[in-house]
């Protein structure tokens, strides 16, 4: 057993703990972050930051879509540092209904300091949620949310997406508070619930342990993988397919479960694997389970992660316990992890390819710091 790999198990073993130690410290932060009035004033939600960031986003969206009633985008940094006013001239005074969420650990990733910047100044509300107050991001933004992380044993980013996704739910959840979509008890409900989520995180680590472990020998040569979800579940597919590629290497790539049967169903390779993530009570269910007769169909290998026995049959199903849709990511967080730890231990690499050779421009993360921000649009 290699360190990194121990160091892997390690951090997913501590997910409970985070969760259940850090939620009402978070929830307390956030509750502070922005003015009664300046929520009032909201009409537009933008997440946005880049790799865990954006797919914390991804998975947070739909929730707080449903509980705010507002629209809500998620956009990689490069969207919404040159794309989002692109030829049209700034609307003086109306943007300050647009709230943007800056989501990173650093607070130091160039592009989306480049996009806090610029929407600042076309009169967006600026919000970073970043372990880093003091980096640029945090300097960047108009108000600045802590999310530190307590330090654990180093591997791909876990404890940090799991800190930026309970992080956008309570923020999420308080904004529907004060506009009145939720109330004060239901969403008192909902952050407990958030917290006992500790649990399902314990047992899950426990008893996939052995079953992933099975799952990465079967698939252990494949070089490719297709991950898939839908709503909440695209967001826990696209962190699996990013966890593949920083841990061990793969080409692993995330897609909707209905895009998947216009796209990636065509892929001539049918030994190459596919993750589901298929909660049963989902909204996407029916279309997720004929996702897994169509993957049986093709010859693929596949699992699926849900807590419906009946979503494939029982030699592909991997199963974590029933919680509500919007927070299934939590959930799926473990089981995406594990398969990223094992895979890596099996094929015998370096997680980020020990950013040697190659890869060696990712040292220090050069390669997202270090890229000159653009102000002349500013």
């Known amino acids: 057993m290699s360190q990194q790999y121990s160091n892997y198990l390690e951090q997913i073993d501590s997910l409970a703990a985070l969760l259940s130690d850090e939620t009402q410290r978070l929830s307390d932060k956030h509750r502070l972050s922005l003015k009664v009035p300046d929520v009032y004033g909201i009409r537009q939600i933008i997440i946005t930051g880049s790799g865990d960031s954006y797919i914390a986003g991804l998975a947070a969206a739909p929730a707080i879509r449903a509980w705010t009633g507002l629209p809500v985008q998620v956009m990689v940094s490069m969207e919404a540092s040159r794309y989002v006013d692109a030829g049209v001239p700034p609307l003086a005074g109306r943007n300050r209904g647009l709230l ?135 967001g826990s597919a696209s962190f699996a397919a990013a966890k593949l590629v920083e841990a061990a290497g793969l080409h692993a790539s995330s897609q909707d479960a209905e895009e998947f049967h216009h796209l990636n169903y065509f892929v001539a390779d049918v030994s190459a694997p596919a993750l589901v993530f298929a909660p049963g009570n989902a909204l996407s269910a029916a279309r997720s389970k004929e996702l897994c007769a169509t993957l049986a169909g093709l010859g693929r290998p596949f699992a699926v992660v849900t807590d419906d026995a009946t979503m494939a049959g029982q030699q592909h199903v991997l199963n974590v316990p029933r919680v509500r849709e919007w927070f299934a990511p939590i959930v799926h967080a473990v089981p995406a992890s594990l398969l990223a730890a094992e895979f890596a231990e099996r094929r015998g690499v370096v997680h980020y390819r020990g950013h040697t050779g190659p890869w060696s421009g990712a040292v220090g993360a050069n390669l997202v710091r270090n890229s000159p921000i653009d102000t002349s649009r500013s």
């Open 100 to 234: 943007v969420v800056a989501v990173s650990n650093s607070g130091e990733a160039a592009r989306l300091v480049e996009a806090t910047q610029r929407l600042r100044n076309l009169g967006a509300l600026t919000l970073a949620l970043t372990g880093n107050p003091q980096s640029r991001l945090g300097k960047a933004a108009e108000v600045v949310s802590e999310v530190i992380v307590p330090p654990s044993a180093n591997a791909p980013g876990t404890r940090s997406y799991l800190a930026s996704l309970i992080s956008l739910y309570l923020l999420g959840l308080r904004l529907a508070e004060i506009l009145m979509c939720v109330t004060m008890d239901d969403a008192n409900a909902m952050r407990r619930e958030i917290a006992e989520l500790s649990g399902p995180l314990g047992s899950v680590a426990k008893s996939l342990r052995q079953p992933i472990a099975t799952l990465a020998d079967a698939w252990a040569t494949s070089s490719v993988c297709d991950c898939l979800g839908s709503g909440p579940s695209l």
